[in-house]
């Protein structure tokens, strides 16, 4: 059975804090991603990674950066926490071309 | 860029009555899937529609591909309290090599008591 696990689930952190969220996949897939979903704006990608040490910037990189040192590992960083980066935030992991994306449970992240 | 329209943004339906949700694409697609979200959950793939005009059912869930492939749909027949949640369409750019998907914006559908 497939899984992309997110290491944490609900997440509180203060303005200016360093944030990390953590994915892990375990079907040895080379493509990863990073998005986040606000009501009413659907799946937005923030990053996503082809391979390891590879990344690419989604539609909202700005305020995040990412870290892919594994193949199974994919970390999302929010350098210095915003109230507008309140949000779910969902890793997916992704074998290529006419193959299903696998989401993970999701961080629900609030920064106060 | 790129845009893959989804609507309704929500839709209210009494138990048994039906669903449809739809997506159009500024752009042809090499193909689209079609993902469903619970309350609280992640998405989960439900199908992939690569040729142009491909109907597919899954029991009461019929899913199509226009012919131009800009557009699908997902009609659920009889909706059950089981079919609750945000569908979301996933469209991919013919000759893309960035390995993206175009995301629609998604259909809450919610089931009136």
């Known amino acids: 059975d497939v899984k992309v696990t997110q290491s944490s689930r609900y997440l509180v952190k203060r303005t200016g804090e360093k944030v990390f969220l953590e994915c892990v996949q375990d079907m040895d897939h080379e493509n990863m991603f990073w998005y986040r979903q606000d009501p009413g704006l659907g799946l937005r990608l923030i990053y996503f990674s082809y391979d390891v040490k590879m990344k690419e910037k989604g539609d909202i990189p700005e305020g995040y950066s990412v870290s892919r040192e594994k193949k199974e590992r994919f970390s999302l960083i929010l350098e210095s926490a915003s109230t507008n980066q309140t949000s779910m935030y969902l890793c997916a992991s992704w074998s290529g071309l006419g193959n299903t994306i696998y989401f993970g449970e999701g961080s629900w992240l609030t920064v106060v | 860029g790129q845009q893959v329209m989804q609507i309704p943004q929500y839709q209210h339906v009494q138990e048994g009555e039906d669903f449809t949700t739809y997506c159009n694409s500024s752009?042809?697609?090499?193909?689209i899937q079609w993902y469903k979200q619970r309350p609280g959950g992640h998405p989960v793939f439900l199908i992939q529609?690569?040729?142009s005009g491909e109907v597919k059912k899954q029991k009461r869930l019929t899913f199509q591909f226009g012919e131009a492939k800009k557009n699908s749909s997902l009609h659920i027949t009889a909706t059950q309290t089981t079919d609750v949640g945000t569908y979301f369409c996933a469209g991919r750019p013919p000759m893309d090599s960035n390995y993206q998907l175009i995301w629609g914006a998604g259909t809450k559908l919610i089931i009136k008591p």
């Open positions: 752009t042809t697609l090499s193909n």
């Open positions: 529609l690569v040729k």
